[in-house]
């Protein structure tokens, strides 16, 4: 019922910049958090940026004061623009979203199919 569409990956050499764009569609009444994920071969998936709907963002420590997460809650769109880029930040980058369902406060999780990022020295 619920769909995420990532956009905006490719290739980029070190130092430059990215954005991508997450969009949900479909029936829900609202969405809480959403965020970014990142997973590259041979790790775990970890978090890269989240952001409430009332505006409160959290970062990765190692993205922090690189990465900066948006939202525009008119378009249930999330951004998160990628500036000074390293090849450690080559991974498949995932879209995360707490969608409300009906009339109460529960959440259930969505995520988008991934889009691939490279960062080449």
């Known amino acids: 019922q619920v769909q995420l569409v990532e956009s905006g990956g490719g290739s980029v050499q070190a130092g430059g910049s990215l954005r991508l764009s997450c969009a949900a569609s479909?029936?829900?009444?609202?969405?809480?958090?959403m965020g970014w994920y990142r997973q590259a071969p041979g790790k775990q998936r970890e978090l890269v940026a989240r952001?409430?709907?009332?505006?409160?963002?959290n970062y990765a420590d190692s993205m922090k004061g690189r990465f900066t997460i948006s939202r525009d809650n008119a378009k249930n769109t999330v951004y998160l623009q990628m500036n000074s880029l390293k090849p450690e930040d080559t991974a498949v980058y995932s879209c995360?979203?707490?969608?409300?369902?009906?009339?109460?406060?529960?959440?259930?999780?969505?995520w988008g199919q991934g889009t691939q990022v490279t960062v080449s020295s």
């Open positions: 479909g029936s829900f009444f609202g969405i809480n958090v």
């Open positions: 952001i409430t709907n009332g505006g409160t963002t």
């Open positions: 995360n979203a707490d969608v409300r369902r009906g009339y109460g406060t529960t959440t259930y999780p969505y």
